[in-house]
């Protein structure tokens, strides 16, 4: 099926119908570069695996909160992580797959700025956790004494806090003016990629993390599916 995209922005019309309108248009051809079976396997496989992955750390922030044998600190770190991997599958996974998939962008330029904030916010705390969780292990078995009567509630929601705001540094300066979004100039399809302006010093650290962050998740993507 043939879309079309407006001169201004993100605005999708059916081809069938745009002559009807006057908007001045671009036929699109759906640039999937997967056969039919390959994108219906995929589906219900990745589908399948996103199911997982809420349900999953649904079901753990539920039993750490509710289960008092469960509330203790050292959980707090796993329930920090449960959280960011619930969200990773339920509002990056969907999105991200279905732009593979299709191969373009088609969900709009406003949740494309939220979407890629989230997806940097969330795999990031993802990764931040992890490294969180292994800190608290090693410094439990090195200096088990003296951290366990520092790890205090005030001073792990501290340690928690601090993962997501340094998270939240590299994710939010694309939705305060940081970025340049726009489609590709070099595609006939409208993509969803946060561009910087390179104009002042205080991107270029950005500029690094985005670029990285942007490159790992996309190859983590492309090489789920291709491995489908």
């Not at 002559?19 to 496989?45: K, M, R």
């Not at 904030?117 to 990031?124: E, H």
Request: with cysteine; hydrophobic share 45%.
């Amino acid at each position: 099926m043939n879309y079309a995209m407006n001169h201004s922005g993100f605005d999708y019309y059916d081809s069938d119908n745009s002559s009807d309108n006057g908007t001045d248009t671009i036929i699109l051809e759906a640039p999937v570069g997967y056969s039919t079976l390959h994108i219906i396997i995929a589906s219900i496989i990745l589908t399948f695996m996103m199911i997982v992955v809420v349900i999953g750390n649904m079901l753990v922030i539920i039993a750490i909160a509710t289960e008092k044998t469960l509330k203790n600190i050292q959980n707090w770190f796993i329930a920090s992580l449960a959280v960011a991997d619930f969200f990773v599958g339920l509002m990056i996974m969907p999105f991200s797959l279905a732009n593979e998939l299709m191969g373009y962008w088609i969900f709009g330029k406003i949740w494309c700025s939220i979407h890629s904030a989230l997806d940097v916010l969330l795999c990031t705390s993802s990764i931040m956790n992890i490294c969180l969780i292994s800190l608290d292990r090693y410094w439990s078995i090195t200096q088990a004494v003296d951290y366990l009567k520092k790890r205090t509630p005030a001073r792990a929601a501290i340690m928690i806090a601090m993962v997501w705001i340094l998270s939240a540094l590299i994710s939010i300066p694309p939705l305060l003016g940081w970025s340049d979004q726009k489609p590709n100039d070099n595609s006939k399809v409208p993509t969803c990629e946060v561009r910087i302006v390179h104009n002042t010093k205080p991107h270029t650290v950005w500029d690094t993390v985005a670029a990285s962050r942007n490159g790992e998740i996309r190859g983590s993507t492309h090489s789920e599916t291709r491995l489908l």
